[in-house]
């Protein structure tokens, strides 16, 4: 079927450590997967992405994880701040084009 | 920076009235979505084009809803006739190929 799914709708940081937001997907035949991140009142915004021949990724702050044994990504933040609080949503890209998110997850930073 | 532009921000709308919604993808982008958003079903994708045509509409109620691109610069979502659960934000998205896709800042439908 076609379904990404969030294993924690809620994850709570202090600031300064390190957040790991999990992903599972259930197609395999997806080749390519795309974090993004959705503050209050806008729209999704791209992080970062990674391609199924790759197992990771890295951007500034962010490390994309991808397992394509047991079809899980992770999202991984470091030195996780206050503006970083937002939902997170992985995606998938099946049938070449089409964008399928996953359910979120809720990041909240406390001092 | 480039972006995608969505018209109304804001629709406040009785049940039974039409209602569209319009994006302006961004320039050279050939691909553009519509999404739906709701507490309770997260981000659903109701359509998506490609160069002007539609490639996958199953996502969307048939009866009521329908998505046009009348140019390569404007793509319409239409709500005939509207009802209360109807009401979400909805998400234009555009993008080329694979690459980055991005989102506009959604309008807001409220149908009461």
């Known amino acids: 079927g076609e379904s990404v799914g969030l294993h924690l709708p809620t994850l709570s940081v202090q600031e300064g450590d390190n957040s790991i937001i999990n992903c599972a997907y259930s197609?395999?035949?997806?080749?390519?997967f795309i974090w993004y991140k959705q503050e209050s009142g806008k729209g999704p915004q791209f992080i970062i992405d990674?391609?199924?021949?790759?197992d990771k990724r890295q951007g500034q702050r962010v490390t994309v994880l991808l397992n394509k044994t047991v079809k899980h990504l992770s999202l991984q933040i470091a030195a996780t701040q206050p503006g970083d609080s937002a939902v997170y949503f992985c995606?998938?890209?099946?049938?070449?084009?089409?964008?399928?998110f996953g359910t979120g997850t809720r990041l909240q930073v406390f001092p | 920076d480039a972006r995608v532009t969505q018209t109304p921000r804001d629709k406040v709308t009785e049940m039974g009235q039409e209602v569209t919604m319009r994006c302006q993808p961004i320039?050279?982008?050939?691909?553009v979505f519509w999404y739906r958003q709701t507490m309770m079903q997260g981000l659903e994708l109701l359509a998506y084009?490609?160069?002007?045509?539609?490639?996958?509409d199953s996502g969307m109620p048939k009866d009521r809803f329908s998505a046009e691109m009348p140019d390569a610069t404007l793509a319409t979502l239409k709500i005939q006739p509207s009802e209360p659960r109807d009401s979400a934000v909805y998400f234009c998205?555009?993008?080329?190929?694979?690459?980055?896709?991005?989102f506009g800042s959604g309008t807001r439908l409220t149908v009461v």
């Open positions: 998205a555009s993008g080329i190929g694979q690459g980055t896709i991005t």
């Open positions: 197609n395999s035949a997806s080749d390519y």
């Open positions: 990674i391609r199924s021949n790759m």
């Open positions: 995606a998938e890209i099946l049938n070449t084009d089409k964008l399928i």
């Open positions: 320039l050279g982008h050939n691909t």
């Open positions: 084009f490609r160069n002007r045509a539609p490639l996958d």
